[in-house]
């Protein structure tokens, strides 16, 4: 793939991508805005939004996984593994109490992110590294308010 190729092709489908990813964003405000009005069902909505959260995260995941199908080098191979620990990361967050659930899988999106900031960066268009920079700021703040919900009392 060339530099120009590896830029211009997430550029074809630039509003559909923007779009699904707003869109993506529904249930977890849905999920963290919700026990505001449903009280009653705090403890559902708290579900319903770690198990939301762990398949986008492993969803994420697979990302880096296309990455790796793409690159030629065999140092490369990290991407391979990343991607399984973070497709694993919400099947060890779901032995834990919602709290810590809820906080690890928040540690799980911005690592990553970091990560793909540091290593990946030059596959993404920048529209889209800026719209994965604000749609993972916007799942981390759910993910605080959804923390936020769990210990107030």
Known sequence: MTTT?????????????????????????????????FSDHEALLANVFLFY?????????????????FLQNHKESRYIHLAIIFSLWPFAAYFLPQIYAASFMLVGFLLLLFWEKCFIIEFYSNWYQALRHKITFIVVACHMLLIFNLIRP
């Open 5 to 37: 190729m590896k830029k211009e092709l997430p550029n074809q489908h630039q509003d559909i991508i923007t779009n699904y990813m707003y869109l993506g964003l529904l249930p977890f405000l849905a999920c963290a805005l919700g026990p505001w009005v």
């Open 53 to 69: 959260s762990s398949m986008i995260l492993v969803f994420l995941s697979g990302a880096l996984w296309g990455i790796a199908l």
